[in-house]
Every structure is written in structure tokens, then in C-alpha cells.
């Protein structure tokens, strides 16, 4: 099954990603390989200046905070779409782990980022 999958996913023409979290970690890593594939990626962050490894390594890239409200996040999706046509990788990787029994783990702590 797992075979069959990955055979498919190859076998599809360049394909456009929105990747969101691109500064570090997986999101960088991930946005990577998809341009080292030759795929189309729309690397996302709060803060541009740190996407410029992606932007030099042909991303194309974007200020998003995934907090922000539901009509800015429509927006950044309607220009997307319209400036690509398509979107057929959404990578929702933004965010962090928070480790920690419920009891400690205030709203305010939760919150931080
Ligand atoms: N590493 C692990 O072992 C592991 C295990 C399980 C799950 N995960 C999950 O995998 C994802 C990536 O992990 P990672 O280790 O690669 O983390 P990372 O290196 O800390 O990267 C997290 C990314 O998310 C961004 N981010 C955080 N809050 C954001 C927000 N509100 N809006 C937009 N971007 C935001 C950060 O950008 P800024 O530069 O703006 O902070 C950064 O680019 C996370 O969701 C994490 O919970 C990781």
C-alpha cells in the first residue's frame, strides 16, 4: 500500500507546495527537498528575513503568522492560488511542542508563541 503510494506521488508533474514554519526545523528541511525536486514552494514564516536561505534557493516566500485572523488567512490562500492556480501540497508544520502535565500548563504559558 505504502509502495503503491509513494509510486503515485512521483509519477505527478512539478507540483506546488505552501509550506508553513520555513524559518527552521522541518518546515526549512521539507521546503528543501521539494526544490532540490524541482517542485514549486511557497515557503511561510512570521518573519521574512528568515526564509532568505529558501528565497536564494529558489522559494518563493511569504510572511505568515498561522494566528492571525481567518480573513487574513483567506487572503494569503486566495493570492496563492491566484498567482499559482493550484496548490497540491498544504504543509501545516507551524508550531511548537509544549511538554507538561495539564495541572502546570497554564492558558498564559500555552500562549507564549
Ligand atoms: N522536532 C520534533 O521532534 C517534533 C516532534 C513532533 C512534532 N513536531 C512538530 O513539527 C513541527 C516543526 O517542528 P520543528 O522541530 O521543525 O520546529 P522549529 O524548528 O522550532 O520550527 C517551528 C517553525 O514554526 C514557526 N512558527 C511557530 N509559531 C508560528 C506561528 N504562530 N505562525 C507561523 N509560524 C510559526 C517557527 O517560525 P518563527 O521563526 O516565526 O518562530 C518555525 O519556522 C512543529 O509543529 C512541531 O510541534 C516536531
Known sequence: M???HTE???AM???VWFITGCS???GQELALEALSRGDKVIATARNKDKL??????GAETM?????ATLYELRDVASRVIESHG????LVNN??????GTVEEITYDVWSLK
Open 52 to 57: 532568505k536561505i529558501l528565497q536564494e534557493a
Open 2 to 4: 505504502g509502495h503503491f
Open 94 to 99: 507551524a508550531g511548537y511542542g509544549l511538554q
Open 8 to 10: 503515485s506521488i512521483s
Open 86 to 89: 493550484r496548490l497540491d501540497v
Open 13 to 15: 508533474s512539478s507540483r
Open 63 to 67: 510572511e505568515l503568522d498561522v494566528k
Open 24 to 26: 527552521s526545523g522541518f
